[in-house]
């Protein structure tokens, strides 16, 4: 059932069950949150969604505290917005951020949010640059330097992609975040899936390919269909138009895989631009592979399957469809070897 509350004077109606956050940001009212998103919800860590509640004592987490029918809220009073100021003052001194350099530079929620609240420099200052990235992994460079230890990461790889390998370490002022037993993720039992990667708000975490090929705001983004395998994973390519160029894949949080992808979908698209490609039919001749029209090697291929389904039948001619192919040529190659070839001899490699 639908009730009403009111956030900065402004009457909003929501569902049972819903939270603050969630009710405010569905009704475009902006409240920076570093540690919760949809996907690993709320774990009122940061502290920067804080918001005042009429008869409640101090600040309350917006991204914990249940909507209410009739309840009062608001979200960007002096005292609140100097809360919020400190509290990200505080979260930039623990660590190097370098915006400048930072590959995260321009969707990074903590840039975001000191743009917000118009932090133009840190009021203290910052760590002292001791934190030594680890570029272990073969796809992933985590750079601790940059975590505000919000924990996003950690539940996304036990919680959503149920691969156990992120977890708060040590405690105190030490606390910060470790693959297995505080080995270098290259060594850990991490498979480099990178939902880790596309969940982090910061740079702590970034896909190593895409380093230094673009900025967010260069790129172009194309929503299209994983080509790997069946299970149809929706993702979105970031293009860089001025290179021509593929620079970094993420997933698109929609039904079938809500974000996920494995580690070909987000990882394996260098194949697009290599120049390996063929891009015009071969024959060989003399031991050579001859570049030649599509009407030659088309009418050559159809002269020879005819004349081996003629001398020894069709049982005699396999086909193998490419992994790379799309759904609708999987299917033509399908027809073809079953209703001109006439055979039921049609696989498809879909498993790099
Ligand atoms: S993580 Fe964010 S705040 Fe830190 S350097 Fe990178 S862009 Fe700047
Ligand atoms: S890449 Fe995947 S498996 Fe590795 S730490 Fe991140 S979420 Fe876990
Ligand atoms: S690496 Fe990123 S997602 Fe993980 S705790 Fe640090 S800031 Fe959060």
Redesign the pocket.
Known sequence: MTQAMTIDGQTVGFEEGQTVLEVARAHGIYIPSLCYHRKTGPAARCRICLVQVDGVRGYQPACTTPARNNQVVNTHTPEIQEARRLIVNLL?AG?Q???LS?????R????EA?YHLGIESPAFVIGDGSIVPDTSGVMIRRDLS?CIKCGRCVVACNHTVVNEVLDFGYRAHDISIICDTDVPMGSSSCVQCGECVQICP???LVDKKSAGKGRPWELESVDTTCPYCGVGCQLTLHVSKSRNRIVRVTGREVPPNDGMLCVKGRYAFDFVASPERLTQPLIKREGKQVPVSWDEALGLAARRLTRIKDEYGPESIAGIASSRDTNENAYAAMKFMRAVIGTNNIDNCART
Do not use: P
């Open positions: 930039l660590g951020h370098s915006c930072c590959e995260s530079s321009g990074c929620e903590l840039q000191a940059k910061v740079g702590g």
